[in-house]
Nanobody, 127 residues
Framework: EVQFVESGGGLVQAGGSLRLACAAS????????IGWFRQAPGKEREGISC????????FYDASVKGRFTISSDNAKNTVYLQMNSLQPADTAVYYC????????????????????WGQGTQVTVSS
């Protein structure tokens, strides 16, 4: 029912920028949160940012805080992740997912029952 489609990934030089988009559909409530996750080869999937429609809260993991910015366009049902000052360590498959169990300035959790993950988009940062 709930579906997400990511786009905007690609290959970029270190120090460059990309903007990811997450198109959401199938929501039946205005009270929800959407998060961005990433997974590098051999590593666990980690949550890096989220945004909540209930109170407007956003969260950034320390690894991306100050470089990435999450935003939303409710009219387009789309969440964006602006990624600046990209480094090779940012290389991963990036996923959006929701609705999340929790999203606040203090942290984020995985999608709740009935939620979903997008298919992922590859981001590769070369040195």
């Amino acid at each position: 029912e709930v579906q997400f489609v990511e786009s905007g990934g690609g290959l970029v030089q270190a120090g460059g920028s990309l903007r990811l988009a997450c198109a959401a559909s199938g929501f039946t409530s205005d009270d929800y949160a959407i998060g961005w996750f990433r997974q590098a080869p051999g590593k666990e999937r980690e949550g890096i940012s989220c945004i909540s429609s209930s109170d407007g809260s956003t969260f950034y993991d320390a690894s991306v805080k100050g470089r990435f910015t999450i935003s939303s366009d409710n009219a387009k049902n789309t969440v964006y992740l602006q990624m600046n000052s990209l480094q090779p360590a940012d290389t991963a498959v990036y996923y959006c997912a929701g609705p999340l169990l929790h999203c606040s300035i203090h942290g984020m959790l995985s999608p709740r029952h009935g939620g979903a993950w997008g298919q992922g988009t590859q981001v590769t940062v070369s040195s």
